[in-house]
């Protein structure tokens, strides 16, 4: 890379990085049309099981299976978002090490580098399969679950622009719900 042209942040990661960016994770795979219908076909199967569990006659009740699927998912949805998340989040990043470590990220027009103690990346724009973002961070796709976190703490006006720009430029698609 060009050192006139390539900008440049170092960082390390802490746990709540982690924990914004399952949860934006999470929440790009759940608002697919993909998803959504699986979510749909789960939510009626529960939920007739469920009314038919708790029916007198053994038989799908449809009332029960309507508030199956009104209470059941958004419960389970809450738990996850609120609980069972951050906290996998957490104890990923306590025990994958190379997470505590520091961190340098370069880009310029032809790509990504990421240098840590631990290991090196190069990663040309045109490699991202997908990109999202929230007011916190930047994911970046290599595939539909494996991802590189960079926190938008870290970074300037500028650079948050810059990155968004090479990856427009790049081709790469911007994820989009219901897309």
């Not at 900008?7 to 759940?30: M, P």
């Not at 997470?99 to 990346?121: I, P, R, Y």
């Not at 045109?126 to 994911?139: G, T």
């Amino acid at each position: 890379m060009d050192a006139a042209e390539a900008r440049r942040t170092t960082f390390q990661f802490n746990e709540d990085d982690l924990v914004a960016a399952a949860r934006l994770h999470v929440w790009t795979a759940l608002t697919t049309w993909k998803t959504l219908f699986f979510l749909v076909v789960v939510v009626i199967g529960a939920g007739l099981i469920v009314s038919t569990l708790l029916s007198e006659s053994g038989t799908p009740d449809v009332s029960g299976t309507v508030a199956t699927a009104v209470v059941g998912v958004p419960a389970v949805l809450a738990i996850l978002h609120s609980m069972s998340l951050p906290q996998n989040a957490r104890r990923m990043y306590r025990q994958q090490k190379s997470l505590q470590e520091s961190l340098a990220v370069e880009w310029s027009d032809d790509g990504m580098n990421w240098d840590g103690q631990t290991g090196h990346s190069r990663t040309p724009w045109s490699h991202y399969v997908k990109w999202c973002e929230d007011r916190r961070l930047f994911l970046l796709y290599h595939s539909d679950r494996l991802h590189q976190i960079l926190p938008k703490r870290v970074l300037s006006s500028a650079d948050i622009d810059s990155i968004r720009s090479n990856l427009v430029q790049a081709g790469v698609p911007q994820f989009r719900r219901f897309g």
